[in-house]
């Protein structure tokens, strides 16, 4: 504790006289007495001011152990805190001269601080931006789209977004009518064959009551034929062939309406195999049961040239005993062949006062299920013919499509979605040994 300002020192006291620091007898000289009067007042006075000012050793000792208590006095004299120390405290008067040293120390340590902790900022700033131009994230509420074929993302807001997605389907829009008037532009223009074009998710197909959409299902299995493994020769006649092994066999139908055929000059001219009508029902209300007059000529002159049979007949059952009745007639027919290709039943509306007409697609469905099971319980193949309308529009394909399917579609593509075995693409061909035009098929094999 510094002395308290209200000591008086007594100079005529020896004691006092002793406890002062400095001497003021030391002043005389020979030359010149010992300062009197108010000269020496005012020495004595300054010596005593500069000795109370300076704090004692036990005083030093606090203030080292008190380090606390030196950092409030700190605070409290900086121009932050709003006034010194000593304004505050009237008990910390020990002058600014004392305190000096430690608090230069203090600084000191302040500086390194400051300093070490601008270095980390300045670390963690450079970090911040190498991430952020290495790492490139999206932006929020932003679409990335890759140009040029480069692996960099350019993003766009969602406003350019909208107006790039509006301008790509205007302009898509009017590819799609250049390219629908360019179908329509010809000579008999075939609108049937645009709209497949236009709706290829769907089996189009056209009778009485304008043109249906079927949507494919989901649960058939799709056909593995690509367009582009078809040929088309000069004459007109389509083959197969694909890098995976998948081929067609060249194949006809006939009836009594391509006569007596010359079947040794049809196996010369690489037709592999021949799907022969058995027979058919009547379209009248009797419903007769009919063979094919030409049957058994046909089935014996392609077996005798090599030629590999099967059989079809022509269905007019509106009941399934019907139905039962024809597999067993058909079933008698072929007793003395041999068959490699399957027996089929032949779906179509030939006729508009035909006796099946009546049929819904349920009840047709049932019918030719019940003929496919019985060929199948005697231990051959069973297989479904029809046009587009009639496997799509007479029956529920998704009834029967485990079947072997024939389809009949005049084109240069199959148009049927599904598994698929053999393919009718034409009824207008022209085969050494038949007068007139014959049906020519492809047998798909794997």
Known sequence: MHQSDNKIIDLNNSMDYEDMPYDPLEHRTADKPFMEGDDLDQYLAKEVSSALSKPSAEEDKKEDEDEDAVNADLWDASPISGGSSAAQNPKKTRSSSVKQPRRKRVARLQSILMVFL?????????????MLFNSRTEPTGSN???????NKPIFYSQEEVDVLMEEAALAHEQELKNEIMNQLSVENPNIQETLRWL???RIIYKDSG?????PLSDTIGRNSLERSNFSVSENGEISYASQNGTSARKGI??????GDIDWEQVAASGVEFAIIRAGYRGYGSTGTLVTDEYFEHNMEGAAANGIDIGVYFVTQAVTTDEAQEEARYVLELIAPYDLSYPIVIDVENPDASARANVLTQAQRTEIVSTFCDAIAEAGYTPMI??????????L????????????AFYNDYV?????IQMWQYTDKAAIPGIDGNVDLNLWFLE
Do not use: R
Request: glycine share 8%; proline share 2%.
């Open 118 to 130: 601008a270095l980390t900022t300045l670390c963690s700033l450079g970090l911040c931006l190498y």
């Open 144 to 150: 990335a789209i890759i140009e040029n074929g480069q």
């Open 199 to 201: 709706y290829s998710d």
């Open 210 to 214: 304008g043109y249906h959409f079927i």
């Open 253 to 258: 139908d006939v009836s009594k309406f391509q």
């Open 385 to 394: 013919y029809g046009n587009t309308y009639a496997l799509f529009g007479m």
């Open 396 to 407: 529920d394909i998704n009834q029967v499509s485990h079947y072997k399917i024939w389809h």
């Open 415 to 419: 148009y049927y979605p599904y598994e």
